[in-house]
């Protein structure tokens, strides 16, 4: 669905492509951007050092879209070139394996329009798979969390929900956040969003806005490339990185939706989301620290509201194998139960969150090595 150029207020898009080797899929992303392109929209195809034959393809669009060619250094320093090349006031970064649905763009404008404060509009995604001379098989959103604007940046810092072929952003925001991390090996994305939304207002449409492409290719740069059973681990390992970072230098505050603390109980509360947060990035040394420190806060017993936040602790999409037969995790809670009154209040709520997906897994029929355990665990 194309756009006129009066239905967006003038408004230009640039659609950002950074790709490798990706030459079987690359067309099938591009030819779902084309039709929803006004005049002056554009499409730079970043292509990073490509050996296959990706050239080959692009030549078949001629001035439609824009190539900007460099030695492979990975998708960061693909996106920053990007940025730089374009000059849209909305930034659209689709991966090339991806597909958007006909009426993405048109959808995610709308939210802007519908809340002009907004600096993020995103959408929902559905996986699929595709082999060759097979139908596409399709599946589900591989994660998801529904929340208003003022939630998203703890959604955002529990999981990474939000992928960049499902969210518009005014480029002042990519402006204002800086370039992407070319030091990250992965999770590069994820990086920017949680940068993004910490300066930002993200509105959301339930639409669903691309398709995501699920295989078996390699992923990295030429570097330092990996198979595809391999990238839940280089996630974990990479968003760790991360994590240990925001932990020594995002203000406490900032784990709370008012972003302000102006009370003991508050900086408890904070504490405690910080703490679950870092569990999910299995960081659950410094988690139980945290633990520690809010428990130190306000004697009082522990609010419903943070017993839900100790229940998402387990809640990681990677699962959370490591918490069983993990003496030091074991010990680490044990104390805090000894030492504070509410601290049994923190050991149950988190053994309550493994209980509910325990439920959760079976429900799906999806039980993995800890909500098994979980499940044997309270009978």
Same mark, same amino acid.
């Given at each position: 669905?194309?756009?006129?150029? /009066?239905?967006?207020?003038?408004?230009?898009?640039?659609?950002?492509?950074?790709?490798?080797?990706?030459?079987?899929?690359?067309?099938?992303?591009?030819?779902?951007?084309?039709? *929803?392109?006004?005049?002056?929209?554009?499409?730079?195809?970043?292509? &990073?050092?490509?050996?296959? /034959?990706?050239?080959?393809?692009?030549?078949?669009?001629?001035?439609?879209?824009?190539?900007?060619?460099?030695?492979? =250094?990975?998708?960061?320093?693909?996106?920053?070139?990007?940025?730089?090349?374009?000059?849209?006031?909305?930034?659209?970064?689709?991966?090339?394996?991806?597909?958007?649905?006909?009426?993405?763009?048109?959808?995610?404008?709308?939210?802007?329009?519908?809340?002009? $404060?907004? @600096?993020?509009?995103?959408?929902?995604?559905? !996986?699929?798979?595709?082999?060759?001379?097979?139908? =596409?098989?399709?599946?589900?959103?591989?994660?998801?969390?529904?929340?208003?604007?003022?939630?998203?940046?703890?959604?955002?810092?529990?999981?990474?929900?939000?992928?960049?072929?499902?969210?518009?952003?005014?480029? %002042?925001?990519? /402006?204002? =956040?800086?370039?992407?991390? /070319?030091?990250?090996? !992965?999770?590069?994305?994820?990086?920017?969003?949680?940068?993004? $939304?910490?300066?930002?207002?993200?509105? $959301?449409? %339930?639409?669903?806005?691309?398709?995501? %492409?699920?295989?078996?290719? @390699?992923?990295?740069?030429?570097?330092? #490339?990996?198979?595809?059973?391999? #990238?839940? *681990?280089?996630?974990?390992?990479?968003?760790?990185?991360?994590?240990?970072?925001?932990?020594?230098?995002?203000?406490?505050? &900032?784990?709370?939706?008012?972003?302000?603390?102006?009370?003991?109980?508050? !900086?408890?509360?904070?504490?405690?989301?910080?703490?679950?947060?870092?569990?999910?990035?299995?960081?659950?040394?410094?988690?139980?620290?945290?633990?520690?420190? =809010?428990?130190?806060?306000?004697?009082?017993?522990?609010?419903?509201?943070?017993?839900?936040?100790?229940?998402?602790?387990?809640?990681?999409?990677?699962?959370?194998?490591?918490?069983?037969?993990?003496?030091?995790?074991?010990?680490?809670? !044990?104390?805090?139960?000894?030492?504070?009154? $509410?601290?049994?209040?923190?050991?149950?709520?988190?053994?309550?969150?493994?209980?509910?997906?325990?439920?959760?897994?079976?429900?799906?029929?999806?039980?993995?090595?800890?909500?098994?355990?979980?499940?044997?665990?309270? %009978?």
């Amino acid at each position: 669905m194309k756009l006129s150029k /009066e239905s967006r207020n003038g408004a230009r898009v640039s659609i950002i492509v950074p790709t490798y080797n990706r030459a079987q899929f690359l067309s099938a992303s591009i030819d779902a951007l084309l039709p *929803q392109i006004a005049g002056d929209d554009e499409i730079v195809v970043v292509v &990073d050092g490509s050996t296959d /034959e990706t050239m080959d393809v692009l030549s078949r669009y001629g001035d439609s879209i824009s190539v900007l060619n460099q030695e492979n =250094a990975g998708k960061a320093r693909a996106l920053n070139a990007g940025l730089q090349q374009s000059t849209g006031q909305y930034v659209w970064i689709v991966d090339d394996d991806d597909i958007v649905c006909p009426t993405a763009l048109s959808d995610l404008l709308q939210v802007f329009e519908a809340d002009p $404060s907004a @600096d993020i509009a995103y959408g929902r995604y559905v !996986r699929f798979q595709h082999e060759l001379d097979t139908p =596409a098989r399709f599946l589900d959103t591989g994660y998801w969390t529904d929340c208003p604007p003022d939630e998203f940046l703890i959604a955002t810092l529990e999981d990474f929900f939000v992928h960049q072929p499902g969210m518009l952003v005014r480029r %002042r925001l990519y /402006e204002a =956040a800086g370039p992407f991390d /070319e030091a990250l090996p !992965r999770s590069v994305d994820y990086d920017m969003l949680i940068r993004l $939304s910490l300066l930002g207002r993200a509105t $959301s449409t %339930r639409n669903i806005i691309f398709h995501q %492409r699920l295989h078996d290719g @390699d992923r990295g740069p030429a570097a330092s #490339r990996f198979q595809a059973h391999r #990238r839940n *681990q280089n996630w974990i390992s990479n968003d760790a990185l991360i994590f240990d970072r925001l932990h020594q230098t995002l203000p406490l505050a &900032d784990y709370l939706p008012t972003r302000r603390i102006e009370s003991a109980e508050e !900086r408890r509360r904070a504490l405690l989301q910080r703490g679950a947060i870092m569990a999910r990035k299995k960081r659950w040394d410094v988690a139980i620290t945290d633990f520690g420190h =809010a428990m130190e806060q306000s004697p009082i017993a522990l609010t419903g509201q943070e017993k839900r936040i100790l229940r998402r602790a387990t809640g990681s999409k990677y699962d959370c194998d490591e918490v069983f037969g993990n003496a030091a995790i074991d010990e680490g809670l !044990r104390a805090l139960s000894r030492r504070y009154p $509410s601290g049994r209040d923190v050991a149950r709520s988190l053994a309550r969150g493994l209980v509910w997906r325990a439920r959760d897994a079976a429900t799906r029929g999806e039980l993995t090595r800890s909500s098994r355990i979980a499940r044997q665990a309270c %009978r």
